[in-house]
């Protein structure tokens, strides 16, 4: 058992924990905790290893939850930005407005906030495991045969995606309550009898997502086939829906959305009249992957184009419809939805409505967010208001 007292004891040293340590003031005794080898794992993951760190267009729609609301305009992307380049980091914004380290390596995102932490003489402790957390006058984290106490503690242990913990459950014992977790931003299982031949296809598309029968969502950008579906940007955000509530779901793909119904019919229409274009092979040749053409095809229940059946290969075109079976596992999901439900959070502080000096921020809550940058905004947002609430607390 350790005999120091810590000011804060922050369980989990993913994004939301470092950025929290980092802005607590430096008087403070500060003990991160950390069950993987090493802190930061999923910074390093994120944005496929390059750290997209946020967006010039968060918006609270982009969220699940209308929680983020106070904490997002409180703490915005400038303030992110401005709070890095104190720490000495350069960053950029691509052509799509998600904002990255200039050097394109999350390693350097996660470098300045070791640093940060280093200089303020944050204690880093990792491989350890919190089996329980008690309050007694002092907050108690149970670590097997350790034990740690502090004033203060924050759970920012992030959620299951990549296979990490179901902490959220560490505050049921204070009466805090968990939406059950589910994979978010991940790939989806679908019919592969639909999409044959074309693992590994990539194609601009409009996926709308069906829920029912009825659409609820589209989304434009790259989708990405697999032999068991569909991934890519677009799918990942229609897969946040697909998280939140159980129902009958397909994806419509449209493969030319840059173009109207009249426009397309046209199109086709010239194809086959000026060009002599029928079969699947020659149709669509210097328009789509060859396998894409052929699903087309398939989904239209035509062999060769003719002018009755023009009409067909339009709908089949530009509504692609795929019976989505499932989400992926939490291996593939890069967050979750789910976690500590909101209700019970001050949303101005992170702090506990049922236990003074309790916090959680960033993923352990009930928050998910569109791919993007939205949700490691979320990350540092959350984590900014807790600090500045336990600053104030523990002056």
């Not at 930061?40 to 267009?57: D, E, F, M, T, Y």
């Not at 300045?112 to 200089?119: G, H, I």
């Not at 020659?282 to 095809?297: L, M, Q, S, T, W």
């Not at 339009?314 to 992926?328: E, L, M």
Request: charged fraction near 25%; hydrophobic fraction near 40%; include cysteine.
């Amino acid at each position: 058992m350790s005999n120091t007292i810590y000011d804060v004891i922050v369980v989990g040293g993913g994004a939301s924990g470092l950025f929290l340590a980092a802005r607590l003031d430096e008087k403070l005794k500060v003990l991160v905790l950390e069950s993987g080898e090493k802190v930061g794992k999923k910074i390093l993951a994120s944005g496929n290893g390059k750290c997209n760190l946020s967006n010039v267009a968060i918006d609270v729609s982009e969220y699940n939850n209308l929680f983020v609301k106070n904490a997002l305009e409180s703490f915005e992307t400038r303030d992110t930005l401005s709070f890095f380049s104190s720490l000495g980091l350069k960053a950029k914004v691509d052509e799509a407005g998600r904002i990255y380290p200039y050097s394109e390596t999350a390693s350097s995102v996660l470098d300045v906030l070791r640093k940060k932490l280093e200089n303020n003489k944050v204690t880093t402790i990792t491989g350890v495991k919190v089996d329980k957390i008690e309050h007694k006058d002092l907050f108690i984290a149970k670590c097997g045969n350790e034990v740690f106490k502090a004033k203060t503690l924050v759970l920012a242990t992030g959620s299951k995606a990549g296979f990490g913990l179901n902490s959220q459950e560490l505050l049921v014992s204070f009466g805090h309550s968990v939406r059950p977790l589910t994979p978010s931003l991940v790939p989806l299982k679908c019919d592969a009898s639909k999409i044959r031949g074309l693992g590994g296809v990539r194609a601009k598309c409009r996926a709308t997502l069906y829920k029912d029968g009825a659409p609820v969502q589209s989304e434009n950008g790259e989708v990405l086939f697999k032999d068991f579906g569909l991934s890519g940007i677009a799918i990942f955000n229609l897969s946040a829906s697909v998280a939140r509530v159980s129902g009958d779901y397909e994806i419509g793909l449209n493969f030319l959305p840059d173009m109207d119904v009249s426009d397309v019919a046209e199109y086709f229409v010239d194809r086959y009249e000026k060009l002599g274009l029928k079969t699947a092979e020659e149709f669509f040749v210097g328009v789509f992957h060859k396998n894409v053409a052929k699903n087309i095809f398939a989904a239209a229940g035509i062999e060769e184009v003719s002018e009755k059946n023009i009409a067909k290969l339009v709908r089949a075109a530009i509504d692609f419809r795929v019976k989505v079976i499932a989400p992926c596992d939490f291996s593939l999901a890069q967050v979750s939805s789910g976690g500590l439900k909101t209700a019970d959070f001050d949303e101005k502080t992170m702090e506990s409505k049922l236990q003074k000096g309790l916090y959680a921020v960033g993923e352990a809550l009930d928050v998910d967010g569109v791919c993007g940058g939205f949700n490691l905004q979320w990350a540092w947002s959350s984590a900014a208001a807790a600090a500045k609430s336990i600053n104030e607390n523990l002056k």
